[in-house]
């Protein structure tokens, strides 16, 4: 046998030939790899000896034009910074951004103490563990801090920085602020620890660091040509507001110039999610930035209204989906409000399967997702293997965390997201024994997610989930699957036959799971909201639950008896029957997910979005 190069992190024999390979170009000689997980890891222990990445390294700071501002950012599990859709989203945009070439540095909390881990009583009572990580076994400290001021006292912020790796070696470097500095008081060196922890003083201070911290972090790092700030959801508008300070007046001229340069992006359907501090509070954290009735005049006159105060100094504002961009200008009348519908990285979340099968069939697809569009002329079988072995790994993964044997040929149903009522989780469990009677002998389901530590609703959501699965026994198999993270997200969203989503409209501003679901073949069972409004082509790339607008006099009550009779008619007479009865339908339903919806759902087309009608003009 012809002897072939080493990868040179695994040592693995690589055939240059094969299909999958990945290769950099270090010092002028390419290097070949088994897999883009060991190139990435070359490219992160050696930053300075590859030859693509090495100018954008030593010049990153000076040509960096974007500063993408996120509470939190999901770049991978060992970093537990994240809760879910909001930090997913960042760490999917900054990745395509990394493989776009496109000029960004990403600002965000160090969040010490993580999210939460999350574990479940016998009885289905979720307990929080504490998700505590090691910053400096995953991220590089920084030499410069910032300054801000927390109730008059100097707070120092230190930082500390994680690199992207885009697909030929562009470097999008992530900065984590930090203010667990010597020197800061006891109270101060806790502020970054708990994402989404604490009372409304604790969350006003992170913000204060996010926004203000995070703009004078860029500017001691030598960030100096920062064109545009993008404000990913409220929590970073504070950053907004520094700008105008730096100007020394809030005249007219002032707001004009701060607009020129951010860009908001809304994340919130409802007025209750937009968090408002009382001025007082503020005044007394933050001390008066610029003048009182400025301030009350751009973020509102009772309390402070974070989202407000984002859309008044942001010239482009956006919903992340065409929906939601009508919901938010209903919320907020007379704003100019355009929209940006949201995407999933497409190589983060396909399968080994199908990325083998993409890299056979849709070459290219790994730059440009449009090329997944070529599915459609993959063979069927090779289609039908792939998600067989997605199916596998994940009824594994079940029987080691639960003890129990899901059947590979039954129609598998899968619905994770973060525990809280409006996801309505529930909602298949409306009329149990109608589920037991339609579902009997050929329905398994699987449920994942967290509930926040204050979110007793959420809670309950959780333990209901357990009752069911214990009323159902073996007739529908249901298990519940502690811990969502990435890497669970990533098994459920492609080992499982449909993706269930059933919110309460209109508050799923997008959703991204069942984009990636899409990407491995996953159709969709879903209510017509968020994303869904543009993905749904019915019996093609999935199904509707219900209309897409309920008549706003109807009482939720009502409309949850109305969605549960729609889920269980579409089961039983749509979804069902195109499972069992034709599987040539269904592997067209699969391709059609791929070929229609992967290939525009997706975070590439979004960043492009991004650049042409946010971050150029
Ligand atoms: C994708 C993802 C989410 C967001 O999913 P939605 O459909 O928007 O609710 C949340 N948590 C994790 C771990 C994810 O991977």
Redesign the pocket.
């Known amino acids: 046998m012809k002897s072939h190069p080493k990868d040179p992190i695994c040592g693995m024999p690589v055939d240059p030939t094969a299909l999958g390979i990945c290769s950099a170009r270090v010092d002028g000689r390419e290097l070949l790899f088994c897999s883009d997980y060991c190139r990435r890891e070359f490219l992160r222990q050696h930053p300075s000896e590859t030859t693509t990445a090495a100018p954008e390294v030593r010049e990153a700071r000076a040509a960096r034009k974007i500063a993408y501002f996120s509470m939190e950012i999901?770049l991978e599990d060992r970093v537990p910074t994240?809760?879910?859709?909001?930090?997913?989203?960042a760490g999917d945009t900054l990745r395509s951004c990394a493989d776009l070439r496109v000029p960004v540095v990403g600002v965000t909390l160090l969040s010490r103490k993580g999210y939460f881990g999350q574990a479940i009583d016998p009885d289905g009572a979720q307990r929080e563990k504490p998700a505590s990580w090691k910053p400096e076994d995953v991220l590089a400290p920084l030499p410069a801090t910032a300054r801000i001021d927390l109730e008059g006292r100097a707070v120092e912020v230190r930082v500390w920085r994680h690199e992207i790796l885009g697909a030929d070696g562009y470097v999008v470097p992530v900065l984590f602020l930090d203010t667990d500095v010597p020197g800061n008081t006891e109270q101060d060196r806790h502020v970054t620890d708990h994402l989404y922890g604490g009372d409304d003083a604790y969350r006003l201070s992170q913000e204060i660091v996010l926004g203000i911290g995070g703009i004078r972090a860029l500017k001691a790092l030598g960030y100096s040509s920062i064109q545009k700030i993008h404000m990913n959801e409220r929590h970073s508008s504070l950053a907004a507001l520094e700008l105008l300070r730096e100007r020394g007046s809030a005249g007219e001229a002032d707001f004009r110039a701060v607009r020129e340069r951010c860009i908001f992006t809304t994340h919130t359907p409802v007025p209750a999610g937009h968090d408002r501090f009382d001025h007082g509070m503020v005044r007394r954290l933050l001390g008066e930035p610029v003048p009182g009735d400025v301030l009350a005049m751009l973020s509102g006159k009772d309390r402070l209204n974070m989202s407000l105060l984002a859309l008044n100094l942001s010239r482009y504002v956006n919903g992340v989906a065409r929906k939601h961009r009508e919901v938010s200008e209903q919320l907020f009348p007379g704003q100019d409000i355009r929209h940006i519908t949201?995407g999933?990285h497409s190589l983060t979340?396909t399968c080994a399967g199908f990325r083998d099968l993409f890299d056979r069939h849709c070459p290219g697809w790994r730059e440009d997702p449009f090329m997944l569009r070529k599915v459609l002329v993959a063979p069927e079988e090779e289609l039908w293997r792939a998600h067989q072995g997605a199916k596998a790994a994940l009824l594994d993964l079940i029987a080691a965390r639960t003890g129990r044997r899901f059947r590979p040929d039954l129609l598998t149903i899968g619905f994770?997201?973060?525990a809280t009522a409006y996801?309505r989780a529930t909602l298949l469990f409306r009329d149990v024994e109608r589920l037991r009677q339609l579902g009997r002998g050929v329905l398994q389901l699987v449920f994942a997610?967290?509930a926040h530590p204050a979110d007793g609703d959420g809670k309950a959501v959780i333990r209901q989930i357990h009752d069911y699965a214990r009323l159902l026994g073996e007739d529908v198999p249901t298990v519940f699957l502690p811990g969502?993270?990435?890497e669970?997200?990533?098994a459920l969203?492609s080992g499982v036959d449909v993706w269930l989503?059933t919110p309460l409209r209109p508050l799923?501003a997008?959703?991204?799971?069942?984009?990636?679901a899409a990407h491995n073949g996953v159709p969709s069972l879903s209510v017509l909201d968020?994303w869904w409004v543009e993905g749904c082509v019915e019996g093609v790339t999935g199904w509707p639950i219900g209309p897409e607008t309920v008549p706003a006099a109807r009482e939720p009550g009502a409309v949850d008896a109305d969605d549960a009779a729609d889920l269980y008619r579409r089961l039983e007479h749509e979804v069902m029957p195109a499972f069992y009865q034709s599987q040539p339908r269904w592997l067209a339903i699969m391709k059609h997910c791929i070929a229609l919806n992967a290939s525009f759902f997706n975070s590439h087309r979004m960043v492009q979005q991004y650049v042409t009608n946010a971050y150029l003009p």
């Open positions: 999901a994240f809760s879910g859709g909001l930090g997913v989203l949201n999933v979340w994770a997201r973060r996801k997610g967290k969502y993270d990435l669970l997200a990533k969203v989503n799923e997008s959703g991204t799971s069942g984009m990636k968020g």
